[in-house]
């Protein structure tokens, strides 16, 4: 099996300055970039691939999916056995390596078998980032229980299930040490309420400060931090006060709390193609006049959110937070945020701010000599079109994930 490959005769992608390199090769050996420069050696037994001016740049992050989540009937992913669920969650993981994402980082689901499934080779799927299960409480944003149902916490322990209903500061610090035990590289809260479950409006704020405080100390213990599933700038704020590191979708925060995010050092990760998604296909996939207000509310803050965001200095890295059948929409993320930011800021979005979040900085959403070689070649410049990369990967005719060609469309 090939294991070196030099690209040639491309253009290279730099990610963090948002400008292309031109006439630069590409040495891959093993899983890693071995170099990059002109006139590079050639070692015995490499593959040359002449990219002809095609653009060669990292391969994209999401920050926010749920790979168990293979159809939007979140009770029908719940109660599906284990195996079923493991290849259900293959599938999703497969199609978004063959659209471009080499990396992603699951807010509430997967396991750590899957994550060591990839790393085995027995999926073809990007590298997996986890949390394990999202923690809400009773009647929360994952308490998918109708109000008449009282039975506890049901099929929590499900792969297919994505949220721990945990109440009171003692269980929630026994939930995140086993979280952490079981394989999390972060603990996800549910802090705010949310589009999908049946109980709790979207203003209403899930969780005491004692609670979340202990979530986010012993995220810190294991040298870890908290996400935060949050839409109202009452709750953003809240969270940024107490710690949490990462705030998931943000539609409704305002300009002082955003400045506020950016000075503790927060990254968000704005999900506006879900509600978007929503709106368009909710009707025939039978959600109500309930949940068709809630997506209204949080869609009606998105683009201003981004513009709030970017003026305020606070990193955005790319999510999309597609459930089940509307998986297909994953490339109209590029399409919202070109409405409000540039092709370089949204590409570091999808790279480099990615990568920081997963906590891979230098390894995953870069070119450079020592990252691990998730590689993509587009025919194109997407920092002049961005277009080019929301096409389900059509424009991209090799994708490289650690190093292992699974696409090539040149040949």
């Known amino acids: 099996m090939t294991t070196s490959y030099l690209f040639t005769g491309g253009n290279v992608l730099d990610a963090e300055a948002g400008i292309l390199r031109q006439g630069l090769d590409v040495l891959v050996t ?26 060669i ?51 509430g689901g997967a396991d750590y078998g899957l994550v060591r499934a990839v790393n085995e080779g027995l999926i073809a799927g990007p590298r997996l980032i986890i949390c394990g299960k999202g923690l809400t409480t009773t009647g929360g944003h994952a308490d998918l229980r109708q109000r008449t149902d009282d039975r506890p916490g049901l099929f929590s322990d499900r792969l297919g299930s994505m949220g721990l209903i945990v109440d009171g500061v003692d269980n929630v610090r026994a939930a995140c040490r086993t979280m952490i035990k079981e394989g999390a590289n972060f603990i996800k809260v549910m802090a705010n309420g949310g589009v999908s479950s049946p109980n709790d ?9 004692d609670e979340i405080s202990a979530m986010v100390e012993e995220a810190e213990n294991a040298g870890l931090y908290v996400a935060a599933h949050v839409y109202t700038d009452k709750s953003i704020a ?32 704005p999900t506006l193609v879900a509600y978007d998604a929503l709106a368009l296909e909710g009707e025939a996939l039978g959600l109500g006049a309930a949940e068709f207000a809630k997506i209204d509310v949080v869609r009606s803050g998105g683009l201003r959110s981004l513009e709030i965001m970017r003026d305020a200095g606070l990193p955005m890295a790319f999510g999309s937070d597609l459930l089940g059948q509307l998986r297909k929409y994953h490339g109209m993320e590029f399409e919202l945020l070109a409405r409000v930011l540039t092709p370089q800021e949204i590409i570091r979005s999808a790279t480099v701010i990615g990568a920081k ?11 450079a000599e020592g990252a691990f070689a998730d590689l993509l070649v587009v025919d194109g410049d997407p920092l002049s079109d961005i277009s080019l990369l929301q096409d389900d990967g059509a424009n991209m005719p090799i994708i490289m994930a650690s190093g292992r060609i699974v696409k090539n469309a040149l040949n």
């Open 30 to 55: 093993n899983q890693r970039i071995a170099a990059i420069g002109t006139g590079l050696a050639r070692p015995e037994g490499v593959e040359v691939i002449d990219l002809a001016g095609k653009t």
């Open 57 to 107: 740049m990292p391969g994209l992050v999401d920050c926010h999916v749920h790979v168990v989540a293979e159809t939007l009937d979140l009770w029908a992913n719940m109660i599906a056995p284990a195996s079923l669920a493991a290849l259900r969650s293959a599938r999703v993981m497969e199609e978004a390596l063959q659209r471009g994402f080499t990396t992603l980082r699951d807010l």
């Open 201 to 209: 409006p979207i203003h209403s704020i899930q969780y005491s400060r």
């Open 357 to 367: 979040l997963c906590r891979l900085e230098g390894q995953v959403g870069v070119v």
């Open 238 to 269: 809240r969270c940024v006060e107490l710690g949490v590191h990462s705030l998931e979708h943000c539609n409704l925060i305002e300009p002082d709390t955003a400045r506020k995010a950016a000075e503790k050092g927060c990254i968000a990760v």
